[in-house]
């Protein structure tokens, strides 16, 4: 069965900085897809990046990327530019390509923003 | 465009009580998911629909929980009778399909305490 692990349960970042946010996956498929998902204190969740296991190339979204690792089964989020909207719960997710295509989460980080 | 409507968006009962749950996802999306939140923990599960078919079911407690989706657009989610463990908050979430990787959408969200 496909396991989802987010090893920090909060972070903090200084507004206009970096932070990383860790995930570690375990499946055996080769074909797979990695999501973040933000859940601000509203608890609406919404997409915020996703990458294709085939595709090596990291994804980006403006201020968000990716560092996809296939082979350590590793999935990381980066923040540039921290802003105080991003404070929210994060989620990683993985959804398989085979069988039903159910979402699996991760217990997520909070990620604190500081001004 | 509308997003993923719940109602109720609080609801407090008694355990042994029963409850249910109503979701109206975005128009045109065939699939429909069922999550339940605890908190500090990530979505799980609990039913998704592909019109008004179940495709996996497998984390629901079937002796408590049912869940409906008829004409295949909104649905119910019920509980009877409930337990203290079910509180929690719980998603409902729509995607146009579920064979292709489509950004699921998800609503704000039902939180249900049992006393």
């Known amino acids: 069965a496909q396991t989802v692990t987010q090893s920090q349960p909060e972070m903090s970042v200084q507004e206009a900085e970096t932070v990383t946010l860790s995930c570690t996956y375990d499946t055996s498929e080769s074909d797979y897809y990695l999501f973040w998902y933000k859940q601000p204190p509203s608890r609406q969740m919404i997409l915020v990046i996703r990458q294709e296991a085939y595709k090596q190339q990291n994804a980006t979204e403006n201020r968000f990327s990716v560092n996809f690792q296939k082979a350590a089964k590793s999935f990381s989020l980066k923040i540039s530019d921290s802003q105080l909207g991003d404070a929210a719960m994060y989620f990683c997710a993985y959804r398989g390509t085979s069988g039903t295509y159910k979402y699996i989460f991760g217990t997520g980080t909070r990620l604190k923003v500081l001004a | 465009e509308a997003g993923v409507a719940q109602s109720p968006r609080y609801k407090i009962i008694e355990k042994r009580q029963s409850v249910a749950f109503w979701c109206n996802p975005i128009?045109?999306?065939?699939?429909l998911y069922w999550y339940q939140q605890i908190l500090g923990q990530g979505p799980k599960l609990l039913i998704q629909f592909q019109n008004n078919g179940v495709v996996d079911d497998s984390q629901l407690p079937k002796d408590r929980f049912s869940a409906e989706r008829l004409k295949g657009v909104d649905s119910t989610l019920k509980i009877q009778p409930a337990k203290l463990e079910d509180s929690a908050v719980y998603l409902c979430?729509?995607?146009?399909?579920?064979?292709?990787?489509?950004?699921?959408?998800f609503g704000p969200g039902t939180r249900l305490t049992v006393l």
């Open positions: 128009s045109g999306h065939a699939t």
């Open positions: 979430a729509s995607s146009l399909a579920g064979g292709k990787v489509n950004e699921q959408f």
